[in-house]
C-alpha cells in the first residue's frame, strides 16, 4: 500500500527515518535541525541553576557506535527531498562531528560554510578548555541554484556605532547568538535560540517556502517559520516534546515571551 503523502503545516509523532519516506523528492526547500547528540546526554541534570522538575522528560538518545549509520539514514533522505535551489543547516556538538562531514561527503552535499555559534556559556571543565561554540554547517545539493539573500537583515549601506558595516558583521561565519533563557517554565533539554533560526530564514528562505526539520524537539524550527510565514514540516519521536511542541504552535507563543 502506498504511504499518504505529508501535508505542510503539520508536526508529527513519529521517527523521522520513516516519515522523511512519505515527503516527495526535490520538495523541501529547506532544512534546519539539530539532532541528537550521541554523548550519553543527561538531559534533566541540573546545569547552569537549571531546576530539573522544569525540563520534559523522555530524550531519546543515539549510542555513539551507531551515530555514523544513522546520520547516513535520516541525511540520505535529506538529499533526496531537498530541492537544487534549497540548502540545509545541521547543528553539531564536535563529538560526533566527523560522523556528520563524512556523510555530507559521501551522499555528495557541497559544503557552503561551517559556522560556529559561539554563545555565552559553556559547560566547565576541570582538566580541558571550556566547550563554549556549537558548529553548524550549512549545506546545498547545488551551490549555483541555491537561495541566498545577503541584505535581507542588513543593506550594504548600514552602519554600526562604530562606522563599520552591518551587513559584512552579520555575514561573518561566527555568530554571537546568547541561548535563551525559560526561567522558571517548562522546557525541552535542548534548543536553538529563536534568534539563529530566524537569521538562517531570512538568508536562505522565503515566503511559503517549506522549512523542515528531523528533530524537532521544543518546536523552535516549526514556530520562527510560522511567524515569518514559512510553510513547515517537523517530526518528533518523543511524545512528550510533540505535544509540547504542537501546545506553542497552536497557542503561537514563546515559553519566554
Known sequence: MKKKELKTDIIYNEDCIEGLKRIPD????LVITD??????????KMN??????NVLEGYSEIKAEDYLSFTK??????????????SAFIFSGWNNLKDILITIDELGFTTVNHIIWKYQFGVVT???FVTSHYHCLFICKDDRKRKFF??????????????RSMNYEDREDVWFIRREYWTNKEKTPTKLPSEII???LLYSSEKNDIVLDP????????????????????????????EFAQKRLKEESFNNE
Not at 223 to 241: A, C, N, Q
Open 126 to 128: 576541570r582538566r580541558k
Open 26 to 29: 526535490k520538495s523541501i526547500d
Open 35 to 44: 539532532p541528537p547528540f550521541a554523548i550519553n546526554f543527561k538531559a534533566r
Open 198 to 200: 530566524e537569521k538562517i
Open 48 to 53: 547552569y541553576n537549571r531546576l530539573y522538575k
Open 215 to 242: 528533530f524537532l524537539g521544543s518546536g523552535q524550527v516549526a514556530y520562527v517559520s510560522k511567524k515569518l510565514s514559512r510553510r513547515y514540516i517537523g517530526f518528533e519521536l518523543v511524545k512528550t516534546y510533540f
Open 150 to 163: 545577503p541584505e535581507s537583515r542588513f543593506s550594504k549601506k548600514d552602519r554600526n556605532e562604530n562606522g
Open 73 to 86: 539514514s535520516w541525511m540520505n533522505e535529506i538529499y533526496r527531498i531537498l530541492k537544487e535551489t534549497g
